[in-house]
């Protein structure tokens, strides 16, 4: 017969009288059978009333349709009052079904529009807010308006306005332009800039410049120092070049955005049998459950500039905005640890030539919190060899102590440091110049591993000063060097030297044997994984790890301690694997790269919040570490492409791109970004894109992971203060995430119709985030 299923999660919160939406989709009901599919077939009429009630509301809108192609969607529904709500439906023949509870609040009330005190003259009638903007969105703790107003004097800018950067502005844009009132979010009032932090955090914010109807050219950004509490400063001293990677006495860095045009989907980081598993902005029009229509052109992004290239500004002291088009300035403040709690103000400066065209008042709040250097949400981001030699040197495999090599050395360790940056652990085959046998981890990563590498000494100053790297791989990708001796006494030979050696130099890092990539032959990763376990010596404490299904890993290769897993969904059944691995002590879960609507993934056009979602999942799942499997795949030998002009071609994986009507320049598995997240500042093969630096340039998408990283140590903290409602603050944000949405077959658990569970709005994780800070203060 069938039964009705709720299409989409109800909103967990309302307000009363406006719409209820979920990611900006009204309500949707569906008729499905035994294995919840939908019922295409089905004329069901579908109505819905309320069921608990305690604010005596009433439910308004269409209340009764019939269901398309087994879809029925309720785009109008409100709730007219506050209170506690779930919402009934029913439909006849079938049994009645109620929803999740539904928490709404009072309508905001309009701006107390006191009928004017009998005034003479209507000019003097009281603003009810302190500016005469249009009210910025309210935020949890007040937040005063940073001294000083914008200056605005542009030549031919035609707007500037800021967000958090969670929120993607294709190169095209206009926004502010075409209207004031449309950009207005958590930082940006209209003429402030006002962000918060905790110390030993990287906060950030996004400043674009519009040039609508005529080019700006010569255009430049100067953003220094903020002052705070008894003259108090967090600044950065002027540099040029190479000297971009002295992070000491450089707390604000300036980056020039560059754009890349999506021009075909990513085959890789979501499915297209369902449109809500593509990112919003490229969805075609679609009915009921994800049925699309249309064409590639009808996607609303479509061969769209995305921004994800974060170029130092002093590489680009000076630039040019063409007509019709707008420029993303990224700004990354390291908050010290010493800095005093309060408010710190300071000005960022645009100029078109010699004419100050803007001068914006930028806040910061420092809040009495304190980031650990050690991130509580672990990772692990492969970091290649060849490729990077190849750009910066020329070589791809430099002779020893030669000039390319003493580059490649320095440009690598850059990598680690810039990594550090931004809270991400790397991992390598222990690649290096010479001939290596040594089962030990090769000189250059003594200073990754004992965190000296991360000092004043060499340069490095932010998040994890002196602390090391945290993790290291054992012949990744299968690369240990006894693999083709292929017996047991050799794997105990090299299992009990490789333990030895950590045990007498860094015991509390944290290694493993990387035995196999995405192998299925289980017998073979069972025996090998079995070999470490039954060494008659220290050996048998080496950790080993492969990457592949986690049921199947688990089911047939159950001596492997380490299992890293990918999916887009799974059977909720996967948690009960989970929960029995995660009883072992020995054992761990990891996941790797990311794919809609388990969770967010590394692709270039997906939404700004996509990485912070990814480490609110690890976080609620327990996921023990979270992998990348690649940070610098310039020549795309698995596509068979060859080398990818990463600066002004989108696509980083896959085969040669035919134009599909529907999903643009596609080939087999065309991807964009994936494997890629530091561009090279030095390109010997594309000279024409190179910066001349000895060292990388970070992705947007690296600092979004970032922002997810970061705001899982404001969880941990918050935790173990009120765990009742910081437990109830992350199932909001991430309702359903990996195997929670389920499968709708299970004799073919490979696919589910559903949209993703999260709020792609920013503005809804930055106030998660101030949520979580106010519990860690107290407040």
């Not at 692990?380 to 002779?399: H, K, Q």
Request: hydrophobic share 35%; proline share 7%.
């Amino acid at each position: 017969m069938g039964r009705i299923s709720w299409w989409n999660n109800v909103p967990p919160t309302g307000v009363a009288g406006q719409v209820l939406l979920l990611n900006n989709i009204g309500l949707q009901v569906a008729i499905v059978d035994s294995l919840n599919n939908v019922v295409t077939s089905s004329t069901a009429v579908i109505s819905l009333t309320l069921g608990t009630n305690t604010g005596g509301g009433v439910l308004k809108g269409t209340v009764q349709k019939t269901v398309t192609n087994g879809v029925a969607t309720f785009s109008d529904l409100s709730i007219s009052a506050a209170g506690t709500y779930t919402i009934l439906v029913s439909s006849s023949g079938y049994p009645s079904l109620t929803s999740n509870q539904i928490v709404v609040s009072a309508s905001p009330t309009p701006t107390p529009t006191p009928t004017p005190t009998p005034t003479p003259t209507p000019t003097p009638t009281p603003t009810p807010t302190p500016t005469p903007t249009p009210t910025p969105t309210p935020t949890p703790t007040p937040t005063p308006t940073p001294v000083g107003t914008l200056f605005s004097n542009p030549v031919n800018l035609s707007a500037i306005w800021a967000n958090d950067g969670g929120d993607k502005v294709t190169r095209d844009e206009q926004r502010a332009s075409n209207s004031a009132s449309s950009v207005m979010n958590r930082t940006w009032n209209g003429t402030n800039i006002s962000i918060f932090g905790a110390r030993n955090e990287v906060v950030a914010f996004n400043l674009v410049l519009e040039a609508k109807t005529n080019t700006a050219t010569s255009v430049s950004v100067t953003f220094n120092q903020l002052t705070g509490p008894s003259g108090a400063v967090i600044s950065s001293a002027a540099t040029t070049g190479n000297g971009v990677f002295d992070w000491t006495n450089r707390n604000i860095e300036l980056f020039y955005v560059r754009y890349l045009q999506i021009k075909g989907i990513s085959r890789l980081s979501y499915e297209t049998y369902d449109e809500r598993h593509t990112p919003k902005r490229l969805q075609r029009p679609w009915t009921g459950a994800g049925y699309g229509t249309g064409l590639w052109t009808d996607r609303p992004d479509h061969d769209k500039f995305y921004p994800d290239i974060a170029v130092p500004l002093e590489a680009v002291p000076s630039f040019t905005i063409a007509s019709g088009q707008n420029q993303s300035i990224w700004t990354d403040i390291y908050i010290p640890k010493t800095a005093p709690v309060g408010y710190y103000t300071g000005t960022v400066t645009v100029s078109e030539g010699s004419n100050t065209s803007y001068q914006v008042p930028v806040s910061l709040r420092v809040r009495g919190i304190t980031l650990p250097d050690s991130p509580t949400s672990k990772t692990m981001l492969e970091l290649g060899y060849g490729d990077i030699n190849n750009r910066y040197t020329g070589v791809t495999y430099p002779n020893v102590g030669t000039t390319q090599d003493n580059l490649s050395k320095t440009v690598r360790d850059r990598h680690f440091q810039m990594a550090h940056r931004h809270k991400i652990s790397l991992i390598d085959a222990n690649d290096g110049s010479s001939a290596y046998s040594t089962d030990a981890p090769r000189p250059e990563w003594q200073g990754r591993l004992n965190g000296s590498l991360f000092t004043a000494a060499n340069g490095y100053d932010g998040p994890g000063v002196s602390t090391g790297n945290g993790v290291f791989s054992i012949g990744t990708y299968g690369s240990w060097s006894w693999k083709s001796t292929n017996t047991q006494a050799s794997m105990w030979t090299h299992a009990d030297a490789w333990v030895n050696w950590f045990t007498s130099n860094f015991p509390g890092i944290e290694y493993f044997l990387y035995l196999v990539d995405e192998s299925t032959n289980y017998a073979q990763t069972q025996t090998w994984a079995n070999w470490v376990k039954t060494d008659p010596g220290v050996g048998q404490s080496l950790k080993t790890f492969a990457t592949g299904d986690l049921v199947q890993l688990r089911a047939n290769a159950p001596a492997v301690d380490i299992t890293a897993s990918w999916l887009p969904v799974a059977p909720t059944s996967d948690q009960t694997v989970y929960d029995a691995a995660h009883a072992v002590p020995t054992d761990r879960t990891y996941m790797y790269n990311g794919k809609r609507p388990a969770e967010g993934s590394f692709a270039t056009e997906d939404d700004g919040v996509a990485l912070r979602e990814l480490a609110w999942g690890q976080y609620k799942k327990g996921i023990d570490r979270w992998f990348f499997w690649e940070s610098t795949y310039y020549n795309d030998t698995q596509g068979g492409r060859g080398q990818t002009d990463v600066f002004n071609n989108a696509q980083t994986f896959g085969g040669a791109t035919t134009y599909d009507t529907t999903y643009g320049q596609v080939g087999w598995n065309s991807s964009n970004g994936d494997g890629l997240l530091f561009y090279p500042g030095t390109d010997t093969v594309y000279t024409a894109s190179s910066y001349g630096l000895s060292g990388p340039i970070a992705s947007l998408r690296l600092k979004h992971w970032r922002r997810g990283i970061q705001d899982v140590d404001y969880i941990a903290q918050a935790m173990a203060i009120n765990p009742t409602l910081t437990t109830s603050i992350v199932q909001a944000m991430v309702p359903k995430v990996m195997w929670e949405n389920g499968v709708a077959d299970p004799n073919d658990p490979t696919w589910q119709r559903c949209d993703i569970s999260w709020s792609i709005k920013s503005d809804d994780w930055e106030a998660a985030r101030s949520q979580l800070a106010d519990i860690i203060e107290g407040l």
